[in-house]
């Protein structure tokens, strides 16, 4: 089992490790940006941790135990785009938190993601289609959502039923770019390979 894997609540343990270097984002967001960015863009080691550290704005360098996690991280999320998909999970607070620091989770995650498509050069690929424009309009309209804990009972099927297509969406869109990666995740399981659409 790899260290992340024995974390609890990686969003907490992200933020901890975070905290000390003043990271002007969150780990929600950090997530998205990565796997928008992974949709149009192969990304080294080197330019991962120069990402990280441009992106989250770091005021000192990591230290080796949080490199080491960024670069697992760097390879899990890999795998997991480029996989089924069961094991691919949003990094947002658990549901002890409050509704209203979950939805800003999830917003965070979602600006990510459109700045990491954005800076990725995906939509430089062809016309993007209509579909795939439509998610980004859904990604862009997630950014706006606020929520109040006062209706944390009316919205947490909501909040699930969202953060769920947000899921499902950043794996399409990865996959829509990298047909190869389900195809050889198909042959590997044995199974016919499907085109995305």
């Known amino acids: 089992m790899s260290e992340l894997e024995k974390v609890a609540n990686p969003f907490d343990d992200w933020d901890e490790r975070f905290a000390p270097l003043n990271a002007l984002n969150s780990p929600a967001e950090l997530q998205g940006m990565l796997c928008g960015r992974l949709c149009g863009q192969a990304m080294n080691e080197a330019d991962w941790l120069r990402l990280v550290s441009d992106f989250m704005a770091l005021t000192e360098e990591p230290d080796q135990p949080t490199t080491n996690a960024l670069l697992e991280f760097l390879t899990q999320t890999r795998q997991q785009l480029s996989g089924e998909g069961f094991s691919f999970v949003l990094l947002l607070p658990d549901d002890e938190q409050g509704m209203a ?5 999830l917003s965070q995650w979602c600006h990510g993601f459109l700045s990491g498509f954005g800076a990725s050069g995906a939509a430089e690929q062809g ?7 439509d998610t980004l309009e859904d990604f862009s309209a997630i950014v706006q959502v606020a929520a109040d804990d006062n209706d944390a009972a009316s919205t947490e099927a909501d909040f699930i039923e969202v953060a769920e297509y947000v899921r499902m969406s950043a794996l399409t869109l990865f996959q829509h770019y990298h047909p190869e990666a389900a195809e050889s995740n198909d042959a590997a399981q044995g199974n016919t390979p499907k085109t995305v659409h």
């Not at 620091?101 to 989770?105: F, G, H, I, K, N």
């Not at 016309?127 to 424009?133: D, P, R, V």
């Open 101 to 105: 620091e979950r939805v800003e989770a």
């Open 127 to 133: 016309q993007l289609e209509q579909e795939i424009a």
